[in-house]
């Protein structure tokens, strides 16, 4: 029987491009289908230009401070256009790379809109403007996009963070609806910048999936550095004026400059087909899959924000590799042992000033048994060095084992802490004990020590650190 493709993917974010690498390297024969750029949110629209402008309000704010480091510098502004010029060009650089890996590797990229088309016997397929590739197999990796709860999203005074990224000039005040994550790292960013920032949360804390403490610490940090933080707020209104924004939220009316709505991202899982095809869509809209992310429909899988879990681009990867080596397994490509890692081993970081960066169990997830061991960085050696003189150190590194057993969840707060976290998924993953790991000997001065440090007090060795 010819096919057009061993592999067709629907969507060329993290999950469909990761997908296609893969499957075009174990020498599948791989089209991948998107209406927009190859790249997909995470690339365009999502990580890496909010990282961007994070380090543009980074270095703001480090100038800010040059003095009591003894660096005479002195603060003039910000151009909000030349950081969209910065975020633009390091976007653009990573585009060029990804474009010329996707093409290097004989991946046929289809520009277009696209739906799945049911097996006929010839197997599952995707059209494309009135044209249908059939292939082996079938991945829908269509990603998700924001909630908007109903509101009048104009694009220019109620916005989603997909123009926010796009603002050439800063908003003198803002609204932003909705403390998770994206919320949190744009009122971070904003207010560095230089932004009058409200905040508001319809649950008691930020960041409802981390440790508690680490959200009380965040939440009293973000106010130390100007952002009104409301929590147990909900919005009930928002209209858009002639000079801003307008929100009844609780009791309070507000007034700003624009609104962002940050509630949470619904998967884009309608008019794909997918309903014909017999595929279940959950009332969340996510696609249901079983444990190899296999939909009902033979041959046709679903990866990435799609699929109920975290929403982010490395468990989009993580899908996308996984499912190219079982496709290519079932089709006689593969011989090794394809792994999906599981929800609860992959990592989360929130980009904000201070960062939260964790994995795996809280203490109360894991249980009456839990040890719970939190070192502060007042004691560590380079967490002194980069913070300001005079500043007070707020920083926690947490590591959770379980029974006298092992580690099940690592989860750290602090200024520059979100690369600490890898080391957290290898314990994590590895389901590492700390008398495994004890004599595993970190670089001094390094933010790393502090890990260290915490599995020495778990192992019942603790050095720098009051038993
Ligand atoms: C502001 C923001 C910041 C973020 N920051 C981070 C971060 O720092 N770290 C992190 O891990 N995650 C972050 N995320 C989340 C991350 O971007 C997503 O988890 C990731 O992009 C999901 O990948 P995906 O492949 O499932 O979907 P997407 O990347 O959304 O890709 C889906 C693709 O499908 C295409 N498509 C959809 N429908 C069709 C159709 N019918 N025909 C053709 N093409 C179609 C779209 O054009 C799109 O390119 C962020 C998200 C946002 C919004
Ligand atoms: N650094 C990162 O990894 C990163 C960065 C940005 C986005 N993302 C991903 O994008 C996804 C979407 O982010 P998000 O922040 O939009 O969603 P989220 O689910 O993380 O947070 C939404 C927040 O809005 C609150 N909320 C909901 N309705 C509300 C209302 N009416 N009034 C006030 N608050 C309300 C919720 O309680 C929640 O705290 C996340 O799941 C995340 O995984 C990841």
């Known amino acids: 029987m010819t096919r057009d493709f061993d592999v067709a993917i629907l969507g060329a974010g993290s999950a469909g491009y990761a997908c296609a690498l893969r499957a075009a390297q174990l020498g599948l024969r791989v089209a991948l289908v998107d209406e927009g750029q190859v790249g997909g949110t995470c690339l365009h629209r999502g990580c890496i230009p909010t990282k961007a402008w994070l380090q543009a309000a980074k270095v703001r704010r480090t100038v800010a401070k040059a003095p009591s480091f003894g660096v005479l510098a002195s603060l003039d502004g910000v151009d909000a256009a030349a950081v969209k010029g910065y975020a633009d060009s390091v976007v653009g650089s990573l585009f060029k790379g990804l ?139 928002a209209t858009a004026t002639d000079a801003g924004v307008r929100v009844l939220a609780g009791d309070a009316e507000l007034t700003a400059d624009l609104l962002l709505v940050a509630v949470g991202r619904k998967p884009s899982s309608s008019g794909l087909g997918l309903e014909e095809a017999g595929i279940g869509i959950t009332a969340t809209g996510h696609v249901v899959v079983d444990e190899r992310l296999q939909t009902s429909a033979r041959g ?34 593969f011989a090794g042992t394809p ?14 000033s201070p960062q939260l960066a964790s994995v795996g169990l809280t203490a109360s997830q894991a ?47 602090g200024e520059d802490v979100s690369e600490l976290i890898a080391e957290g998924a290898l314990l994590v993953g ?19 020590e502090a890990v260290a440090e915490a599995n020495w007090a778990l192992a019942g060795q603790p050095l720098h650190m009051h038993s």
Do not use: C
């Open 430 to 448: 590895w389901q590492a004990a700390p008398e495994d790991v004890a004599g595993i000997v970190h670089p001094h001065p390094s933010l790393g």
């Open 367 to 413: 249980g009456a048994d839990a040890e719970v061991v939190d070192y502060h960085l007042t004691g560590n050696g380079r967490a002194q060095i980069l913070r300001a003189p005079g500043e007070r150190e707020i920083g926690v590194v947490r590591l959770v084992r379980r029974g006298g057993g092992q580690i099940v969840g690592m989860h750290v707060i």
């Open 99 to 237: 474009t010329g890996l996707v093409a290097s590797r004989g991946i046929t990229v289809i520009p277009e809109r696209g739906r799945l088309v049911s097996d006929d016997g010839r197997g599952p397929g995707i059209e494309t403007g009135g044209r249908t590739h059939r292939a082996g197999a079938v991945v829908i990796a269509t990603g998700a996009a924001p909630v908007t709860l109903g509101l009048p999203v104009d694009g220019t005074r109620i916005i989603t963070s997909e123009e926010a990224l796009r603002l050439d000039a800063l908003p003198g005040s803002a609204i932003v609806l909705g403390g998770g994550v994206i919320g949190v790292e744009f009122a971070s960013m904003w207010a560095d910048l230089g932004v009058k920032v409200t905040l508001l949360e319809a649950t008691d804390r930020l960041l409802p999936a981390e440790e508690p403490g680490h959200s009380r610490i965040l939440a009293k940090e973000l106010a130390r550095r100007g952002v009104d933080v409301r929590l147990g707020t909900s919005l009930t209104e």
């Open 339 to 352: 792994t999906l890692p599981r929800d609860s081993d992959i990592p989360r970081v929130t980009y904000s």
């Open 300 to 333: 046709v899988y679903a990866a990435g924000d799609l699929v109920s879990g975290p929403q982010l681009a490395h468990r989009g990867y993580a899908h996308g590799i996984y499912l190219a080596e079982r496709i290519a397994q079932l089709q006689g490509a």
